[in-house]
């Protein structure tokens, strides 16, 4: 073979491995011609025509981490907080994400953080330490709604924590314990008026059946009366009508005529 021949061969095999690309499972490339918008790439082994077609980027496909924070941010009811979130996001369309922005990561990040500052000025104190999973839809679909343009969607958002100052913290403190107080006076109040509805109940059927009250005062004396060396002392009218009563069982024939 002459050296012409050995030349083209080189330039050949140069060529084709110039062409040749491999994409991951999770990469997406985006193929330009002669400046213009071709194709997406990938995953897996892909052919390009050199120099008239070029990778201009490869996209990352996977579900993404970004960490905002938010210091000393005024909510509505004027509440200095400071708010740490973390927000995982995807992109689902490579083409947009690669020609209608230059840097989508970058942007993410402070769209994100622009975001948490302005749903912390629309929400109460009260509604970001109760309400997490609203709070942490509501600012997600900010997010997407910015972001999907770029062809990047927030999945999901989740805010890790809400730092208020220590004087509020106090404040806050005293009147949980204030609450519970009150509950538990409301509960014990309740159980009050039952037990006097239930007792004023069984004074109106003592009151009907005088023998009833007796049969209660006997056993009444049978409990106190359970542990050894115990001396009750019962007064003369109790031990009459207790007598009585004791009478009136024996002359109640047992059986039958």
Do not use: H
């Not at 330009?32 to 496909?61: K, S």
């Not at 104190?125 to 309400?131: F, P």
């Not at 109790?238 to 004791?246: E, I, K, R």
Request: glycine share 6%; aromatic share 4%; net charge neutral.
């Amino acid at each position: 073979m002459t050296e012409a021949g050995v030349a083209i061969l080189i330039v050949l095999a140069v060529v084709l491995v110039a062409s040749c690309r491999i994409a991951n499972e999770w990469q997406r490339g985006v193929v330009l011609r002669l400046g213009r918008f071709q194709r997406i790439a990938g995953p897996g082994f892909y052919v390009i025509i050199p120099l008239i077609e070029r990778v201009t980027v490869v996209i990352d496909m996977r579900i993404q981490t970004t960490t905002i924070a938010a210091e000393q941010a005024l909510t509505r009811d004027t509440i200095s907080v400071g708010v740490d979130a973390i927000v995982f996001w995807q992109v689902t369309d490579a083409r947009a994400s690669a020609i209608n922005i230059a840097n989508y990561r970058e942007a993410i990040e402070r769209v994100a953080q622009t975001s948490l500052r302005e749903m912390i000025g629309a929400s109460d104190l009260a509604a970001l330490l109760s309400d997490r999973q609203a709070t942490d839809d509501r600012l997600r679909r900010s997010i997407t709604q910015k972001t999907e343009g770029w062809g990047v969607t927030a999945t999901s958002v989740d805010i890790r924590d809400v730092s208020i100052p220590k004087e509020l913290q106090d404040a806050m403190s005293r009147q949980a314990q204030a609450e519970r107080e009150k509950n538990a006076r409301v509960t014990l109040a309740s159980a009050e008026t039952e037990i006097a509805r239930q007792v004023a109940e069984a004074a109106l059927i003592y009151d009907r059946t005088p023998t009833a009250l007796k049969l209660r005062q006997m056993n009444l004396l049978y409990e106190m009366n359970k542990d050894r060396g115990t001396t009750v002392l019962i007064p003369t009218d109790m031990a009459t009508s207790l007598g009585s009563v004791v009478a009136l069982g024996k002359s109640v024939p047992s059986g039958g005529p």
